[in-house]
């Protein structure tokens, strides 16, 4: 049996327990939601109030050019870059994921018609439990084309492969599933889709900041992702686009604003694509929101990716092994993985009461949140989530459970 004294001894030998320290973390609070919101750098309150006073107070527009406003979508891509083994001018932090993924499916079937004119490909494959907006983009985009394309939806991640034939145009899969944390295989499935002639691309939602990424390596198409969860951006945030350099001089996509413009202010009432990332961009960018991304990932420049997944597992195994070692006679089911190849850094547990479950724990402090159907998701983020936060997370829950210290007739809030 795992006592409370053995999760101080992890936290005391926890080589990224001071990165703690950087994070503005409410007292008498475990958070476990940083799959939904990242926690608050400390650094993010001083960079908004710096950009705030000076930048924007006293520089006023100077700050395009002189604190490098212009550039900031593709300067603070680069810094993102390393986390998900993309090469430097290949990332963009700009937009919404929703934005980025309609960016990026609409460049991908256009290069895919593109290189093969005469095939009639005309199916997107992605999975039917997909985040559900990446669903709806994606029939907004079959629809808005009206040209005969048919989403082909997959019922289990055994299935994508067999989905993926040499009908399939384009393959759009979320590396870390945002209800039950299952982690597909990116190495192996884009090798499949090239194999059937497709173009793949990712949305790195629920994995950016978590797990470890090589979309190289992976040899990616297209990738998506937002910053405001494991990256730790804010609430809202920039989302981001990466664009191999290989498909750069053919990515174009519908939403051609002027700062994708090779030449923005001559002011050409024509456009002319830019031919590299910034061909990814549209408008004008959202100065405040996409300057407090620097914030959360200079943290990361403090470890590496491999000792947050190894922190990542022990905290999502010691989690699991708590709950079923003190909560066994409860009606509690594992959704997520157990197989560390094919789990997130989240762990979602169903329970016939789950939505009053969570709320009851987030009245007690430890903050969780709930996906239909009875889905309680807890969220670990190793920069700034202790061994003795899972202890007591589990303590608490299992008072709850015990006790029935829940009420089964809440109304649903609006966010869950």
Not at 63 to 73: C, K, L, T, V
Not at 193 to 204: E, N, V
Request: glycine share 6%; net charge negative; charged share 15%.
């Amino acid at each position: 049996m795992i006592t409370e004294a053995h999760c101080i001894q992890l936290d005391q030998n926890d080589e990224l327990a001071h990165l703690r320290q950087q994070f503005a973390l409410p007292p008498q609070t475990i958070y476990l939601d940083g799959n939904s919101l990242g926690a608050q750098p400390h650094a993010a309150l001083e960079q908004a109030q710096h950009i705030i006073r000076q930048e924007w107070g006293t520089d006023l527009i100077k700050s395009w050019n002189q604190a490098g406003w212009f550039n900031r979508p593709l300067s603070i891509g680069n810094e993102l870059a390393p986390l998900i083994g993309a090469h430097p001018n290949e990332v963009a932090v700009t937009d919404s994921t929703s934005v980025n993924l309609f960016k990026g499916a609409a460049a991908a079937l256009h290069m895919q018609r593109s290189q093969n004119a005469t095939a009639q490909r005309r199916v997107i494959v992605t999975e039917r439990s997909n985040f559900p907006t990446d669903i709806y983009i994606l029939e907004g985009l079959k629809h808005f084309l009206n040209d005969g394309y048919e989403l082909r939806l997959v019922d289990h991640p055994e299935h994508i492969h067999q989905a993926i034939d040499t009908d399939v145009a384009l393959v759009v899969l979320t590396h870390v599933n945002y209800r039950t944390g299952y982690m597909l295989d990116m190495a192996a499935i884009s090798a499949h889709a090239h194999q059937q002639g497709a173009l793949i691309l990712w949305d790195l939602c629920h994995s950016a900041g978590a797990v470890p990424i090589d979309l190289h390596a992976a040899q990616a198409d297209l990738a998506i992702g937002c910053t405001y969860k494991y990256l730790n951006g804010g609430p809202g945030s920039p989302a981001f686009i990466w664009v191999p350099e290989k498909h750069q001089a053919q990515f174009t996509q519908p939403l051609t604003g002027w700062w994708a413009h090779q030449s923005p202010f001559e002011m050409q009432p024509s456009f002319q694509d830019s031919g590299d990332i910034r061909a990814a961009l549209c408008g004008t960018q959202p100065i405040i929101s996409l300057s407090l991304v620097s914030s959360g990932l200079a943290v990361f420049k403090q470890t590496s990716m491999a000792k947050i997944r190894t922190k990542s597992l022990a905290l999502t195994d010691l989690f699991i092994q708590l709950i079923e070692e003190r909560c066994a006679d409860h009606p509690l089911h594992l959704e997520t993985p157990r197989e560390h190849a094919q789990r997130g850094s989240q762990v979602s547990i169903a329970h016939p009461h789950g939505y009053a479950v969570i709320q009851a724990l987030i009245e007690r402090g430890v903050i969780g949140d709930y996906r239909e159907p009875h889905i309680m998701r807890f969220g670990f983020t190793p920069l700034y989530t202790s061994f003795q936060d899972v202890w007591q997370a589990v303590a608490i829950l299992k008072d709850v459970l015990d006790n029935q210290k829940y009420d089964t007739n809440l109304e649903k809030n609006a966010v869950t």
